[in-house]
């Protein structure tokens, strides 16, 4: 694995003004994201998991810059995307790419399935005519297991699935080194999550693609991820190897997270830890600690003062931002 990272980013923050008043004026603002700070490899998944809100979709549109982040630093093979101009910016989306989380709103209904693939392949001017054009076209939709037969209907001709793999094959179109998956599979049936999570896998393998995989079902990261991050009130409480996340958490949020995971065996039980109240408001989040409010081990007077900064856990890349862990 190379020395130099493929994404990196620094210490990135994102909050929502909140107007308010007959003038509009900013009255407060929601902490979306709050101090985030990891990096990836070429050719590996990571995943990001953690309770709806806690900002995981906001880190990565930021780090696409389809939401500008209010500060930190997104390193994309050594280049600055967070200080890049328009026209900078628009070269390097053809590198970052996204596919969204709703199949049936991520796609034009006013458009047919040529016209939604090709848009990136005109804009980039990537094709020489239109035979190249429509041929090209072609080849995505096979790659993403559809037909030529598909190319002249639209959106709604087509099952949830189609058109997530619809949506896989316009983010393939440009040729991307990185493809944020936000909540690609959770709007599926189960029995469609795996065969498009398989799709993906083998489209890694294919084209060497590197994923920032942003999921709510802990089942399917551990399945896809070569590391798992854990996000709670915007920030990352926990990133490790996949094995070693699910085998040995350090955090007592990921504890808590992991022992909701059903386990396919009747035989098998485990102790669920149920968490005291709800996620605080975002707006104004807890001092020190965020998770301190419902952590069943804070200590007053630390954890409900002092900010945790993510520390190793172990010789192996294992981090967690705890003041009581690792012991």
């Not at 386990?263 to 485990?270: G, L, M, S, Y």
């Amino acid at each position: 694995m190379s020395s130099t990272p493929l994404l990196k980013v620094e210490n990135l923050v994102k909050h929502f003004p909140i107007k308010g008043g007959i003038l509009g004026r900013t009255v407060d603002k929601v902490h979306a994201v709050d101090g985030v700070s990891f990096e990836l490899q070429a050719g590996e998944t990571l995943g990001v998991v953690g309770e709806s809100g806690c900002g995981k979709s906001t880190t990565g549109r930021c780090i696409l810059r389809l939401i500008e982040p209010t500060s930190g630093t997104v390193w994309f093979e050594g280049k600055n995307v967070t200080a890049m101009g328009t026209t900078e910016l628009r070269s390097m989306a053809r590198d970052m790419q996204i596919i969204f989380q709703d199949p049936y709103a991520s796609l034009n209904p006013r458009m047919t399935v040529q016209a939604i693939i090709g848009e990136a392949l005109t804009i980039h001017k990537l094709t020489p005519d239109p035979a190249a054009y429509e041929a090209r076209i072609v080849e995505l939709l096979q790659t993403v297991g559809l037909s030529a037969d598909h190319l002249r209907r639209y959106p709604h001709e087509f099952s949830g699935g189609q058109r997530q793999r619809i949506g896989i094959a316009r983010a393939l179109a440009v040729n991307p080194k990185l493809i944020v998956c936000d909540e690609a599979v959770s709007a599926l049936d189960v029995s469609i999550q795996a065969q498009v999570i398989n799709l993906l896998e083998d489209l890694q393998s294919q084209f060497g693609l590197t994923y920032l995989f942003i999921a709510h079902d802990l089942s399917v990261v551990e399945h896809i991820s070569d590391r798992v991050a854990v996000m709670y009130l915007g920030r990352i409480v926990e990133i490790a190897a996949s094995k070693d996340l699910y085998t040995r958490p350090q955090h007592p949020y990921t504890e808590a997270l992991l022992s909701a995971v059903p386990i396919p065996d009747p035989q098998v039980k485990r102790t669920r830890i149920r968490l005291q109240g709800d996620v605080p408001n975002p707006i104004k989040p807890p001092p020190g600690c965020h998770f301190h409010t419902r952590c069943s081990i804070a200590q007053k007077g630390l954890c409900d003062v002092q900010s945790p900064v993510l520390k190793p856990a172990g010789a192996d890349g294992h981090m967690v931002a705890c003041h009581l862990r690792p012991g």
